[in-house]
């Protein structure tokens, strides 16, 4: 088991940034690619970015690239989530997730075992 849990949501202007942690216990957390969804109200979960074991490996959305990174500290169990450039659009949920330990990397969430609890981001206009 790998328990996830999300921090660092908020409400922000748009053109702000938000800084989203994912703290992991349980497995080793180096065996995991892992990864951000959002979900909107009335929408279908989307992918945001994902990112290798080793973290020398991401892929981000059309929607966020070159505004979101994606990192991960494998000493500190952790990976992060820095947004800029927030835009109304990136209003949701979001969710940090650890993927199956034999992919590189996923956009896929049906790829996705392990699951936080979500944290709100909330972008006004």
Known sequence: ???LVESGGGLVQAGGSL???CAASGRTF???PMGWFRQAPGKEREFVA??????ETTYYS???????????DNAKNTVNLQMNSLKPED???Y??????PWKIYSSNSDEYGYWGQGT??????
Do not use: H, P
């Open 91 to 93: 209003t949701a949920v």
């Open 19 to 21: 800084r989203l942690s």
């Open 62 to 72: 059309d929607s966020v690239k070159g505004r979101f990174t994606i990192s991960r």
């Open 30 to 32: 180096s065996n995991y």
């Open 95 to 100: 969710y940090c997730a650890a993927a199956l």
């Open 50 to 55: 994902t990112i290798s074991r080793n973290g």
């Open 120 to 125: 709100q981001v909330t972008v006004s206009s």
């Open 1 to 3: 088991q790998v328990q």
